[in-house]
């Protein structure tokens, strides 16, 4: 692969095409997301010399795709704005429920809707940590590679999260304290 050989990083696409949608999606890429991927996989192709034998393609990757999603937000000059706008448009993908028992529907509906009222809450750091761990069945290392950040930052930005997530959760009315404006700057 390494070599450019364009079946074999085709078949790359074609395998990690819909994780990487679904990675610039969570993280706020909205309806832009297709785009960044499809630069995502542009910058791969181009730094495949760079990408270490041995080492897991899908991380890398998804590291690119995390840092596309990033460029946007910072090239659009209405960051904050797109990336509630495109929390909205994914607040409704994470709460629908595939079950077809309308009890078990409605239950898991509402647990979803209080978790996902949850997540807003969080700071963009927070949120993303959670997204990559939870909902993309990312690992420790996994995480840390996409969203560039050291293990240790992956490992205290989650515990932090999951605290305020619970304290969230715990507190349906909202009086929970809302940390998108105190986000951690640097790795802390």
Request: net charge positive.
């Amino acid at each position: 692969m390494r070599d450019g050989d364009r079946d074999a990083y085709a078949e790359l696409v074609r395998r990690h095409a819909p994780v990487a949608v679904r990675t610039a999606t969570l993280l706020g890429a909205g309806p832009d997301a297709e785009d960044v991927v499809q630069e995502a996989f542009v910058k791969a192709y181009g730094a495949l010399g760079r990408f270490r034998e041995g080492a897991a393609f899908r991380p890398w990757l998804l590291q690119i795709v995390a840092n596309e999603t990033r460029n946007l937000h910072r090239s659009s000059g209405r960051r904050e704005a797109r990336e509630r706008s495109a929390w909205e448009r994914t607040e409704p993908l994470l709460v629908a429920s595939a079950s077809e028992d309308p009890a078990v529907t409605a239950l898991t509906h509402e647990r979803r809707s209080e978790l996902v009222r949850a997540l807003s809450h969080l700071s963009e750091p927070h949120r993303r940590v959670v997204v990559c761990r939870f909902l993309l069945d990312l690992d420790e290392v996994e995480t840390a590679t996409v969203l560039g950040w050291p293990r240790g930052t992956v490992k205290s930005r989650l515990h932090r999260a999951l605290r305020r997530l619970g304290e969230a959760l715990a507190d349906p009315g909202g009086s929970a304290r809302d940390d998108s404006r105190t986000a951690e700057v640097g790795h802390g």
